[in-house]
């Protein structure tokens, strides 16, 4: 099946800095991709939806200018998070659509802790 | 809006047989997934249904019922690495997957 690579698995950093997380598609290409970020306890919460070559759409509640996203090629999408604080800190993951009936495929996800 | 329930955690014994039931409403139906999730790990995928019925999977089982809104995923024979999140997502009318809040299940010796 297609593989999504995730990096970093997990990230400690300071209050104030920004933290990038990559995700790749290793062997197809994807247009689009979803980013989630999910609290203990609690299900996925879609972020935002990037798409190759143009800006992404982000759900309501969600601020796009700390949550930076670039899918700049059709193998990697990237989430910034700037000027992190620790009600940051979650656990954030990234998925390619599958069509139709596949599923979707995720990437191994980021924790990300702001001390 | 559009929403998918599901109970927040069963407990159940080695050996036994457990149902996980999911209820949902949502603008479209493209079929309905489950996952399994352990902690700190990305959602991993067991099962798709997409018409009514029941899909068989080795230990693990689906059944759908579309005029219901209503989904089960069934686990025989459970063993302890069955501990974990167990997810139920609908891809809607735009293809689009959302998700429940998650079961989480535990097993007890």
């Known amino acids: 099946g297609a593989v999504v690579s995730q990096h970093p698995s997990w990230v400690i950093c300071k209050s104030g800095t920004s933290v990038k997380i990559e995700c790749r598609s290793l062997?197809?290409?994807?247009?689009?991709m979803f980013w989630y970020r999910q609290f203990p306890k609690q299900s996925l919460m879609l972020m935002a939806t990037?798409?190759?070559?143009?800006?992404?759409?982000?759900e309501q509640g969600v601020e796009k200018d700390k949550f930076l996203i670039n899918h700049a090629s059709l193998t990697l999408s990237t989430l910034t998070v700037t000027s992190a604080h620790p009600e940051d800190s979650s656990f954030y993951i990234c998925?390619?659509?599958?069509?139709?009936?596949?599923?979707?495929?995720f990437g191994q996800g980021t924790r990300l802790t702001v001390v | 809006g559009q929403n998918i329930d599901q109970p927040t955690e069963m407990t159940a014994t080695e050996g036994a047989i457990v149902q996980i039931n999911c209820t949902y409403q949502?603008?479209?139906?493209?079929?309905l997934f489950w996952y399994q999730q352990h902690a700190g790990e990305a959602p991993t995928f067991l099962s798709y249904n997409v018409l009514d019925g029941l899909e068989e999977k080795g230990r693990f089982s689906s059944f759908l019922s579309r005029s219901k809104g209503y989904s089960y995923l069934l686990l025989k024979e459970l063993q302890m690495k069955d501990s974990a999140s167990y997810l139920c997502?609908?891809?809607?009318?735009?293809?689009?997957?959302?998700w429940g809040a998650g079961t989480k299940l535990i097993i007890k010796p």
């Open positions: 949502t603008s479209g139906f493209n079929g």
């Open positions: 990037s798409n190759e070559g143009s800006k992404a759409t982000y």
């Open positions: 062997d197809f290409q994807a247009t689009t």
């Open positions: 997502a609908v891809k809607d009318s735009n293809y689009q997957l959302i």
């Open positions: 998925s390619a659509p599958g069509t139709g009936a596949t599923e979707a495929f």
